[in-house]
T-cell receptor
Framework: DAKTTQPPSMDCAEGRAANLPCNHS???????VYWYRQIHSQGPQYIIHGLKNNETNEMASLIITEDRKSSTLILPHATLRDTAVYYCIVTTKGTYKYIFGTGTRLKVLA | EPEVTQTPSHQVTQMGQEVILRCVPISNHLYFYWYRQILGQKVEFLVS????????KSEIFDDQFSVERPDGSNFTLKIRSTKLEDSAMYFC????????????FGQGTRLTVV
């Protein structure tokens, strides 16, 4: 089973920030949090990942709480092309396989 | 930008036939994976492959499935005798294997078993 829980769906107005929460209360000290998205049935696309510090790249920001039990992915200015299913994943040690949950279906509205 | 490529993009096969799905991982990557996604369902882990052998497999990955890295560049998934329920998108992924790196996914092969 996935080690994360996410709301099933969210809407966001185009141009506004999209804040997608994720709960990973059983995360271990050396496990990373990864975010991917999937547009239609395309291959999952990497967005960002982090361990305990907040991270930012050209796509998004990742805010991880101090206790590491939850995180928030922020898309600062959502566009219609950001409409997708967003997955929060905690990697497993060893083979680094991903266990996908059901993700959050983000719909960006014009 | 380097990418994982999968062929074919769509394969239709008759039940009971063997299929081979092909993937070319990113060249300096060491870990390879297959995942599948049945229409409308979650992405599911099938198998991981490292150092020319399976390092982990899921319950889905039964004796009908096998993987191979025949020539140092391709990574294949074979389904020996396809069933209707094998119809799904199959995604290949690769990663360097360093702890703080991400996996890159291919665009998938849509397998339709009729």
């Amino acid at each position: 089973d996935a080690k994360t829980t996410q709301p099933p769906s969210m809407d966001c107005a185009e141009g506004r920030a999209a804040n997608l929460p994720c709960n990973h209360s059983t995360i271990s000290g050396n496990e990373y949090v990864y975010w991917y998205r999937q547009i239609h049935s395309q291959g999952p696309q990497y967005i960002i990942h982090g361990l305990k510090n907040n991270e930012t790249n050209e796509m998004a920001s990742l805010i991880i709480t101090e206790d590491r039990k939850s995180s928030t992915l922020i898309l600062p200015h959502a566009t219609l092309r950001d409409t997708a299913v967003y997955y929060c994943i905690v990697t497993t040690k060893g083979t680094y396989k991903y266990i996908f949950g059901t993700g959050t279906r983000l719909k960006v509205l014009a | 930008e380097p990418e994982v490529t999968q062929t074919p993009s769509h394969q239709v096969t008759q039940m009971g036939q063997e299929v081979i799905l092909r993937c070319v991982p990113i060249s300096n990557h060491l870990y390879f994976y297959w995942y599948r996604q049945i229409l409308g369902q979650k992405v599911e882990f099938l198998v991981s492959f490292y150092n020319n052998e399976i390092s982990e497999k899921s319950e889905i990955f039964d004796d009908q499935f096998s993987v191979e890295r025949p020539d140092g560049s391709n990574f294949t998934l074979k389904i020996r005798s396809t069933k209707l329920e094998d119809s799904a998108m199959y995604f290949c992924a690769s990663m360097t294997g360093l702890r703080n790196t991400e996996a890159f996914f291919g665009q998938g092969t849509r397998l339709t078993v009729v």
